[in-house]
């Protein structure tokens, strides 16, 4: 919890989510990959 207050009678609470580095996502390079190439069209008429 970040913050609590009261407010126009209302509990206003400010919550924080602290995400451990375990559980945040990660990118993996794959050792020898070409580069992946963009392909492009044309509109269709």
Known sequence: M??????????I????????EAMKPRRIQIAGAPSPTQIE???AA
Request: aromatic share 4%; charged share 35%; glycine share 4%.
């Open 13 to 20: 609470i400010d919550l924080v989510r602290e995400v451990p």
């Open 2 to 11: 970040k913050q609590a207050s009261f407010q126009d009678g209302l509990l």
């Open 41 to 43: 069209q044309k509109k």
